[in-house]
């Protein structure tokens, strides 16, 4: 069911220049619950969500594919959302990532996008130091990684403020 939903929600995200991240439809108390989970670089803005929920909805309608009553939520992902595919990574490029490693370890920085391999996802990850000098670059390759999520430069948020 879920690629059927897909079928009618890529042309919209399409025109939209925007990503599906995931479908599911479940139950929701007393009707279904279908949740669309949709991205683009910059993030998505409440016009474009509900552009794409009154366009699914119309074509749901229309297919009547999903018997009874049913809820539609689409939504964006939020900053626990995690980046795992080479289209996360250039989507949220120039964005502060926390890197979570399989040894415990963690490291939170900016991402420089995607690395083309032939061996899996790498991304290029700026490290801060204390001076602009300190600076440094490190490629992350996704095996030697358990999680990574976007997060907020605090301190680049209070040099704003």
Avoid: Y
């Avoid at 919209?12 to 279908?34: F, M, P, R, Y």
């Avoid at 964006?76 to 990532?97: I, K, T, Y």
């Amino acid at each position: 069911m879920e690629s059927v939903i897909e079928s009618l929600l890529q042309p919209i995200t399409d025109e939209l220049g925007v990503d599906i991240l995931k479908i599911s439809l479940g139950s929701g108390g007393h009707s279904q619950l279908l949740r669309v989970v949709v991205d683009r670089a910059g993030g998505m803005d409440s016009d474009g969500l509900e552009r794409i929920s009154r366009g699914l909805a119309l074509q749901l309608d229309a297919e009547d594919l999903i018997p009874g009553a049913f809820r539609l939520e689409v939504t964006s992902p939020g900053l626990d959302w995690p980046l795992q595919s080479e289209a996360d990574f250039s989507r949220h490029q120039n964005e502060w990532v926390k890197v979570q490693f399989m040894d415990g370890t963690s490291q939170e920085g900016r991402n420089l996008g995607p690395v083309k391999s032939e061996n899996g996802v790498r991304f290029t990850l700026l490290i801060e130091g204390r001076k602009s000098r300190d600076n440094h670059e490190a490629v992350i390759d996704m095996t030697e990684v358990s999680k990574v999520v976007r997060a907020i430069n605090w301190k680049e948020v209070s040099r704003k403020s």
